[in-house]
């Protein structure tokens, strides 16, 4: 996105005022509104604007979801960010949040008219991602119904996995840990304590 001096003055204004963990998201909604014009051609925030018809079944502040006009099967919903969020690493903790919780009970809901289901998210060139808006796929599934999501293991050595393993958790930042760490005791203090007693 191409943004003119003014227009990042503007941002700025609008973004530095606040405290600091409301920043990102205002940042967020600010580059929205600048971008708007430029990608119109992104079908789910023309969605989001109303420009294109759709059969909701839910929508916040922070997301929306639609019955897909082309389903995999009867029921197949599209979930996905208002904001133009081109991949998951430009979620909000805010947006990750809501849009998870909503897919889990959207996916709960499926269950039971269906016999299975997929929730599918694709990012990064290899995944066969088909829209640079993110978007969360949850598709009900039935008894051969002739869905192919499917692919072959390879059987891999053990001290290739456990390699790989040490990748991932050295990004895994720290504080999440800590949070891991609560003792029994601490545990304790959190639990809520009924407020009334229930006579014998
Ligand atoms: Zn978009």
């Known amino acids: 996105m191409d943004l003119t001096e003014d227009e990042i003055e503007q941002i700025k204004a609008a973004v530095q005022q606040l405290p600091l963990e409301e920043q990102e998201t205002a940042l967020r909604k600010e580059l929205a509104k600048f971008s708007s014009d430029k ?22 502040d922070i997301c929306k979801a639609v019955l897909e006009i082309n389903p995999a099967n009867p029921g197949h919903i599209i979930l996905f960010p208002k904001t133009h969020n081109r991949s998951l690493d430009e979620l909000s903790e805010n947006e990750i949040n809501i849009l998870y919780k909503t897919a889990h009970k959207l996916a709960i809901i499926l269950l039971k008219l269906s016999e299975g289901i997929n929730i599918i998210i694709s990012d990064g060139v290899a995944s066969g991602k088909k829209f640079e808006h993110i978007i969360i796929s949850i598709i009900p599934r039935f008894k051969d119904d002739n869905i192919n999501i499917y692919w072959q293991g390879k059987p891999e050595k053990l001290e290739k996995l456990e390699k790989f393993a040490e990748k991932i958790k050295e990004k895994i930042p720290k504080e ?10 601490e545990l304790e203090s959190y639990l809520v304590k009924p407020k009334h007693r229930i006579p014998n």
């Open 39 to 60: 990608i119109q051609q992104c079908p789910f925030c023309l969605m989001i604007e109303g420009k294109i018809r759709t059969v909701d079944v839910y929508e916040d």
């Open 176 to 185: 999440k840990k800590k949070k891991e760490e609560i003792n029994e005791d």
